[in-house]
């Protein structure tokens, strides 16, 4: 881990802007898709992903709600759930360190989710 540190440690601040101003452009191009469609998220501030706020579907299980999203809407998603210590079950998580084509692609798809989505039971 530590020859890692260093390696890493010798990179430019070049490199560092760069990497930045790449995440930077994935989380905004993201974020205004969500926008757009209408979905309460966050904003994350330095994190490569994104909870959306599922509370609107209804569904009593965040886990339920990702197995539904992946067969009706074609997007993967990781239940909320798994990052909280005290029982909450109305956010998934999407990741956005993708190419860029397939953040477009994952927009599309959702762009239908409130057609596409089952009702909860």
């Known amino acids: ?3 890692a540190a260093v390696t ?10 760069w990497l930045q101003d790449k995440y930077t452009e994935k989380r905004d191009l993201f974020l205004k898709g969500l926008d757009d469609i209408g979905i309460q998220h966050t904003v994350p501030q330095g994190a490569y992903y994104i909870m959306l ?4 579907f209804g569904y009593a299980s965040d886990l339920d709600f990702c197995e539904k999203l992946a067969e009706y809407v074609g997007v993967g ?3 909320g759930s ?3 210590k005290e029982p909450e ?5 999407l ?3 993708k190419k860029n084509e397939t953040l477009e692609n994952a927009l599309e ?9 089952p009702h909860s039971k």
């Open 8 to 17: 890493g440690l010798r990179f430019g601040d070049d490199y560092y802007k």
């Open 89 to 93: 079950n109305r956010y998934i998580r």
């Open 1 to 3: 881990m530590q020859e």
């Open 53 to 56: 706020d599922i509370s609107e």
């Open 109 to 117: 798809r959702l762009n239908d989710i409130r057609r596409k989505m």
């Open 77 to 79: 998603a990781v239940p």
């Open 95 to 97: 990741h956005y360190a």
């Open 82 to 84: 798994s990052f909280f």
